[in-house]
């Protein structure tokens, strides 16, 4: 089955200013792609911007898979004006994925504001655990997917930096806290976040003092998307690693800050 594939969109919804989900419906058979992995997008038909642009897999249906992202640039500035019917290019499903959830293990999610798309597809993966969830995000307006995450039953520990909404502060900072609560059932924990890379720094610092197993989805800047172009490296103990290829997600224990 190939990994290039065209797909029409079904439906391009704003669900908060700037942040979008886009439904895509492949018109061949594709792979089923995993909590974790992402998919590169093309938005134009013609050069500019030439290069795909790498999205999470947010959630996955029989006939369609769904991506939530922000407006920060120029394809997203094109994407966001699609419209149904349209039809655009898309490779993958690309990546590791997350690592399978463990049985005797309680998942700790934790996403800091778009990041919260992978970290929504690995909850609803999960059919008999469900996981603590920390969502955070610069204010209330900013906090995606409160209520997809409350119809899986799923109430999330909100953080916002600017106390607009739940705990004031970052997401780690509350996590922080829930771990010094909860110090001697930690061991039995296991940490899945997505989110910006000085919240994964900061993560990796928390999750070392804890001694808990940690787990990030990186979003660097990609070009080619599957290992050609060394564009999107990341330094870890075992020397420079590719995001597209060999990550996006990594143990981050392994990363050289
Ligand atoms: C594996 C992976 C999964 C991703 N998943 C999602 C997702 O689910 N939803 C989503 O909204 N975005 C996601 N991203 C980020 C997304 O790919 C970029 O936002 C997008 O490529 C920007 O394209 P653009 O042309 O609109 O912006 P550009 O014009 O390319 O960039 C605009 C601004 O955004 C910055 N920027 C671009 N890419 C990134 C990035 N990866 N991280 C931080 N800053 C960036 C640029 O430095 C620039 O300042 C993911 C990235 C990766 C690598
Ligand atoms: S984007 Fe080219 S190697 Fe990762």
Redesign the pocket.
Same mark, same amino acid.
Request: proline share 15%; glycine share 8%; charged share 20%.
């Given at each position: 089955m190939s990994k290039l594939f065209l797909a029409s969109i079904k439906e391009n919804k704003e669900i908060a200013g700037s942040h979008y989900i886009l439904t895509l419906s492949p018109l061949t058979k594709t792979i089923k792609p995993q909590p974790g992995q992402?998919f590169m997008l093309s938005v134009s038909n013609g050069l500019d911007?030439l290069l795909k642009? /790498?999205?999470?897999i947010?959630r996955v249906s029989e006939k369609h898979f769904q991506?939530?992202?922000?407006v920060?640039?120029?394809?997203?500035?094109i994407l966001k004006n699609k419209k149904a019917g349209d039809v655009i290019e898309a490779l993958g499903p690309l990546?590791n994925g997350f690592p399978r959830i463990k049985p005797n293990i309680k998942p700790i999610l934790i996403a800091g504001g778009?990041g919260v798309? /992978?970290l929504f597809a690995l909850a609803e993966s999960v059919k008999y655990k469900k996981p603590l969830f920390f969502l955070g995000a610069r204010n209330k307006k900013e906090l995606l997917c409160i209520n997809e995450l409350r119809k899986i039953r799923i109430n999330p520990v909100i953080a916002t930096d600017d106390g607009s909404a739940g705990l004031k502060g970052t997401v780690v900072d509350a996590l922080s806290a829930f771990l010094t609560r909860h110090s001697s059932l930690v061991t039995r924990h296991c940490i899945y976040a997505c989110g910006p890379k000085a919240m994964l720094r900061e993560l990796s610092f928390l999750a070392g003092k804890f001694n808990i197993e940690a787990y990030g989805a990186f979003?660097?800047?990609?070009a080619c998307g599957v290992g050609a172009c060394l564009g999107c490296m990341v330094n870890t103990k075992d020397g420079l690693r590719s995001?597209c290829k060999e990550g /996006?997600v990594f143990p981050l224990g392994e990363i050289l800050w």
């Open positions: 992402f911007p642009r /790498p999205f999470s947010f991506i939530l992202y922000r920060v640039g120029k394809a997203t500035e990546g778009v798309a /992978p979003e660097e800047n990609m995001v /996006p």
